[in-house]
């Protein structure tokens, strides 16, 4: 397989806050005790970006309370380690090299505990922004979000 030749899977990602100024990670079923990221999926179909976003935070987070601020001018993209690509879409015969994330302001207008884990989501949870760097533990994880929240929070 020439990953060089794959095209990227179209993927959301909602940098969500509340009036508080926390942030809202998610720890995916797949992912070590230790890894969080914000939520966001797949764009399916004839899906367009942002109600992708809306249906993903509905799915993941049971809740309907997200009002989206903006969509960054930051895009971003990452590589699939050979094992990801060669089995995570097979059986449905699509193959990727990675993911190319369109990005969103979200803001959460309902209280903390009406979030809940929901569709691949094992565990949610409110952090403040000092607390970011330490979750955000992917490769140039921390280093996107920061752009993203630099964007929004002028």
Sequence with gaps: MNRE???????????????????LLVSKTPYQNNQWSFPGGG????ETPEPALKRELIEELISDKF????????????EWPDEVIENTFKDKGKYFRGTELTQFWV?????LDEVKPGDGIKTVKWVS?????????????????????REFSK
Aim: proline share 3%; hydrophobic share 35%; glycine share 8%.
């Design 5 to 23: 030749k794959l095209p990227y899977r179209q993927s959301t990602l909602g940098i969500v806050t509340n009036d508080k100024g926390l942030f």
């Design 43 to 46: 764009v399916d179909g004839d």
């Design 67 to 78: 009002e989206i601020v903006g969509q960054s001018k930051n895009s971003y993209k990452y």
């Design 107 to 111: 803001r959460f207008m309902g209280k």
């Design 129 to 149: 922004k000092d607390e970011l760097e330490a979750r955000l533990v992917f490769p140039n994880q921390w280093k996107n979000a920061e752009k993203v929240i």
